[in-house]
């Protein structure tokens, strides 16, 4: 590296320390992250698909955080994750259900990447009975290895309780060998719900501050104004750089899903 320091030095006619002091700083690597909760298969499915597929190309993401995807063999319905990894093209498919393997239904949640992939496992989240999972991808970032989960957790709005257990145990689960950690998905609260204190305070910040957004559930599909998909990021090792809710637009009168997808371009520090 010296060597060729002096080679672009002596090229340019400047003095060694003149070339260090203008030579430029490496860029941060940066990320670009979806969560999309697409509704499984509700709705005018095969109006929403094409829509749906349009609206996760345009963000070009490196992960992408798909809650309620379904696989139903009853109803002709392929794996929605695989069929979008296909149609996106790139893209590897991590997916993770509480259905047993091999069952010609599954619902659960996936996770899309294009970058290498350096591990992968799954979780049922305690309290058991309510069905919930998380699925973490480690991936190299630059050469750098970042966790990415996904998890969808209890949908009750006086369920900040079991929210708050259920986030406890993803934590306890997950490796501590100081990877940068991001937790994606459908928390179904907002970030003042107290199950998810965890996840608002110090340590994580949100890409979507709050109220910088007025929902990302879809009014037109009956719903309140809420935030309730969030993309979180450990503050030590993670920058936030910019975040945008998408498919929030009618494309003749139809939208990708009933909520809308949350994109978020994060730097590594």
């Not at 798909?66 to 069929?83: P, R, Y």
């Amino acid at each position: 590296m010296i060597a060729r320091r002096v080679l672009l030095c002596a090229a340019a006619a400047l003095p060694l320390g003149a070339c260090a002091t203008t030579s430029a700083a490496p860029r941060p690597a940066r990320l670009k992250l979806v969560t999309f909760n697409i509704w499984h298969n509700q709705g005018d499915w095969a109006a929403r698909r094409p829509l749906l597929i349009a609206a996760l190309k345009a963000q070009d993401a490196d992960v992408i955080a798909l809650e309620e995807v379904l696989e139903d063999a009853n109803v002709g319905l392929e794996n929605q994750a695989w069929m979008l990894a296909r149609e996106l093209g790139g893209y590897s498919v991590a997916f993770v259900s509480t259905d047993p393997e091999g069952a010609p239904r599954r619902y659960g949640n996936a996770l899309l990447t294009r970058l290498p992939v350096l591990a992968e496992d799954t979780v049922r989240l305690e309290p058991l009975d309510d069905f919930r999972t998380a699925l973490r991808v480690r991936v190299s970032v630059a050469g750098r290895p970042v966790d990415v989960v996904v998890t969808h957790l209890a949908w009750q709005e006086d369920a900040g309780p079991v929210r708050a257990r259920q986030i406890e145990h993803l934590l306890r689960w997950l490796p501590q060998d100081g990877a940068p950690l991001i937790v994606m998905g459908d928390f179904n609260a907002t970030q003042d719900d107290s199950g998810l204190a965890t996840l608002t305070g110090a340590r994580f910040f949100s890409a979507l501050p709050r109220n910088s957004v007025a929902t990302t559930l879809n009014p037109a599909k009956g719903h309140p104004n809420r935030v309730i998909d969030h993309i979180f990021a450990e503050r030590e090792f993670i920058a936030p750089v910019e975040a945008h809710v998408f498919g929030d637009v009618a494309t003749g009168g139809e939208y990708p899903s009933d909520h809308f997808g949350v994109a978020a371009t994060v730097e590594l520090r």
